[in-house]
């Protein structure tokens, strides 16, 4: 690729042709390059079982090939046809209380519905077939951000099938599922409905009476998703196999296992909208977890918001700076692209206030219109400076969405526990430190790092203890936390004192584990040395008994005053560290420093906290990113020479270089 690309979701099939024009010459001013189409043009299409009609699309496309835009080219088929649901009620889905859908809102059908997979793959391969020629086709775009769930017949028999083909006995279901335990054994394969709200669930999707069905729904409905990937994947495959083929994540979604998408797609690609104006460390996260899917290749930011969003109770607009300084955070994290949703404000329907480049009145002088702008102007005369470029990474953080899911599922020690929350406050605590971080699946190997963090590593698969030991046996720092180490594949507690698989490494066993109200703190004490001090910890209190590790804090408070909260066990030439409850940032960007000072992990800019650094690396170049994310002004402290591509300076080391408010500096050497 020439440029990052620049541009997004674009409808045009929503307007009239004189519309198109007024487009086209604001896409030229703000130098778009890419526009995605056909997201939402089923309906248009198809009219009955056997009545296409692509006029609108092949004007669409004749029209931006001779505009020369890229196309994401999307199969359409996230919003079935409304007459398709009346003619086969089978493609709406029945949610989790058990209500059976009727046509309405999108990404509303059945993915074990026979006649949806006979359409949707019937509409991928015609679209393939009818445009796959086009040369300005950059990649296919399936269906659009799948998920959610559905429980409904068709799911219940294909739930069924998946389990057979799983376990093969039921006996063995019998014991993956514990149905000892309340009166539960399965005699046959029909015996087993859906657990939702109307069987295993109360009331709410995380609290289950059996979380070995539960989890195993989850992944089966993932695998269902995929499988309607692969089956539209297959016909885009026969026809143009040379186009790379993505569908646009939605990031930390918990309802897909991106870990096992991820194999199938070409290109990652994933959609940014961040709850608050303050999450520049979740997205830091998230874009390090696309970016880790396919081990460090480049994705594709496929959505942001160029201001504001429509569906939440209050939408704010991002200030000015804002859409720029997070569009190159994505690149800093590894995008390949700066695209968003939407081009052109809707006319009607629920996303008509939902930010777009153009405003309803076609203006080229809004202040969001500028800003796009300014943006396209300077990635044009970026050029292909950092496309393609790979992070190196020293730190891994582990991210896995079975242990998410079972820990999340599981009755007790605490309802307070959100998984991600967790993730992004451990993420945070090294993020501080502008260090490069990946974060990776448990199956990766760990060759590679120095440091490896796996707060609530719950589910202990295969041999991930082993490959942990080995990593800290040759000199690795390995960080976990309360909750790891202690069940199955199946969610049944391994029978050994906790932290069960991870108890040899960690040299301690811990026989209760308190949970208080999160407001509730106790304390960190360390008595001396380069942490001395006290901290807050909360929400989870394991009462640790040493066996080989060294204490390195005590708690403050409770019955338990003075015993162990953090430890550390010597392990071949590296060290296992142990957090029995979480402590409050404060302590862990200290711990964090400690350890990474040990692997001398630094970042060579010297900045004040809300400046952002991480570094792309391709060939002998090096590219720096510094985002000032902090309402006021900064100066940073050079350590190297460098080059800084968007103001054409050049800097030595040592020099102290101010960065404003909300702004990026991009250094090379
Ligand atoms: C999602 C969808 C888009 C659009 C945006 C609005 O990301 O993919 O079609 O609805 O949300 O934020
Ligand atoms: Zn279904």
Same mark, same amino acid.
């Given at each position: 690729m020439e440029k990052i690309l620049f541009g997004g979701d674009y409808n045009p099939e929503q307007w009239p042709r004189d519309i198109w024009t007024e487009d086209m010459n604001l896409f030229e001013e703000a130098h778009i390059d890419t526009v995605t189409v056909g997201v939402f043009t089923w309906a248009l299409i198809q009219s009955g079982e056997d009545t296409y009609d692509f006029s609108i699309m092949d004007e669409i496309m004749e029209r931006l090939h001779a505009e020369k835009k890229k196309v994401c080219l999307a199969t359409g088929t996230a919003a079935h046809p409304a007459w398709m649901a009346k003619k086969y009620p089978e493609v709406t889905r029945v949610d989790f209380e058990g209500r059976?859908?009727?046509?309405?809102?999108?990404?509303? $059908?059945? #993915?074990? $519905?026979?006649? %949806?997979?006979? %359409?949707?793959?019937a509409m991928a391969r015609k679209m393939a077939e009818r445009y796959g020629k086009y040369d300005n086709i950059i990649a296919w775009h399936i269906n659009n951000e799948y998920g959610g769930i559905c429980y409904c017949d068709l799911c219940a028999k294909a739930f069924r099938n998946w389990l057979q083909a799983k376990y093969k006995t039921i006996e063995k279901l019998n014991e993956a599922w514990y149905t000892t335990f309340w009166s539960h054994h399965f005699y046959d394969w029909d015996e087993i409905v859906v657990p939702n709200a109307l069987s295993e669930h109360y009331g709410r999707e995380n609290v289950t009476a059996f979380q070995g069905i539960s989890l195993d729904y989850l992944r089966f409905n993932s695998d269902s998703m995929l499988a309607n990937f692969i089956g539209e994947k297959k016909h885009l495959k026969e026809i143009t196999p040379d186009l790379p083929v993505t569908t646009n994540m939605m990031g930390l979604y918990k309802t897909l296992d991106y870990f096992k998408w991820a194999k199938h797609l070409d290109i990652i690609s994933w959609d940014n909208y961040p709850p608050t104006m303050q999450s520049q460390a979740r997205m830091a996260l998230t874009h390090d977890l696309m970016r880790g899917l396919k081990q460090g290749q480049p994705f594709w930011l496929m959505e942001q918001t160029p201001s504001t969003t429509?569906?939440?109770? /209050?939408? #704010? /607009?991002?200030?000015?700076? /804002?859409?720029?300084?997070? $569009? %190159?955070?994505?690149?800093?994290?590894?995008?390949?692209?700066?695209?968003?949703?939407?081009?052109?404000?809707?006319?009607?329907? $629920?996303?008509? %206030?939902?930010?777009?480049?153009?405003?309803?009145?076609g203006r080229n002088d809004t202040r969001v219109f500028k800003e796009v702008k300014q943006l396209g102007q300077e990635l044009t005369l970026l050029g292909d400076a950092v496309v393609g470029a790979r992070t190196k990474a020293k730190v891994a953080l582990l991210f896995d969405w079975d242990s998410w899911w079972a820990v999340e599922l599981s009755d007790g020690p605490t309802r307070h526990l959100s998984y991600q929350q967790t993730m992004i406050h451990y993420y945070q605590g090294l993020y501080k430190h502008n260090i490069s971080i990946d974060v990776i699946s448990i199956d990766q190997d760990l060759d590679q790092y120095d440091v490896v963090l796996a707060p609530l590593l719950h589910m202990m698969k295969e041999q991930l203890h082993q490959k942990i030991e080995r990593f800290v046996e040759r000199g690795g720092s390995f960080i976990t936390t309360y909750l790891s180490g202690i069940v199955d594949e199946n969610?049944?507690?391994?029978?050994?004192?906790? #932290?069960?698989?991870?108890?040899?490494?960690l040299g301690i066993r811990i026989d209760e584990t308190d949970t208080l109200e999160p407001t509730v703190t106790n304390e960190i004490c360390i008595q001396d040395g380069d942490l001395k001090g006290t901290y807050d910890c909360r929400l989870i209190f394991d009462v640790i008994q040493l066996e080989g590790a060294e204490a390195v804090a005590a708690y403050g408070k409770e019955f338990y005053a003075q015993t162990p909260v953090i430890t550390k066990n010597r392990f071949g030439k590296g060290d296992a560290w142990y957090l029995g409850s979480q #402590?409050?940032?404060?302590?862990?960007?200290?711990?964090?420093?400690?350890?990474?000072?040990?692997?001398?992990?630094?970042?060579?800019?010297?900045?004040?906290d809300g400046v952002e650094i991480t570094e792309r690396h391709k060939g002998d170049k090096t590219y720096v990113f510094v985002m000032n994310h902090q309402e006021a002004e900064t100066e940073i402290v050079l350590g190297e020479d460098y080059y800084s591509l968007l103001t054409k300076k050049s800097h030595k080391a040592g020099e102290k270089v101010k960065v404003a408010s909300k702004d990026v500096l991009i250094f090379e050497n």
């Open positions: 059976k859908h009727t046509f309405g809102q999108r990404h509303n $059908s059945c #993915p074990n $519905s026979p006649v %949806y997979q006979q %359409y949707s793959q429509a569906c939440r109770d /209050v939408n #704010p /607009v991002k200030r000015p700076g /804002v859409m720029r300084l997070w $569009s %190159y955070q994505a690149v800093a994290h590894g995008s390949d692209s700066v695209l968003f949703f939407q081009m052109r404000h809707s006319k009607g329907a $629920s996303e008509k %206030y939902h930010g777009a480049i153009i405003n309803h009145g969610d049944q507690a391994i029978l050994e004192d906790r #932290p069960g698989l991870l108890k040899n490494l #402590p409050d940032l404060p302590f862990l960007e200290k711990l964090f420093k400690k350890i990474l000072d040990k692997h001398q992990i630094v970042c060579s800019i010297e900045a004040e």
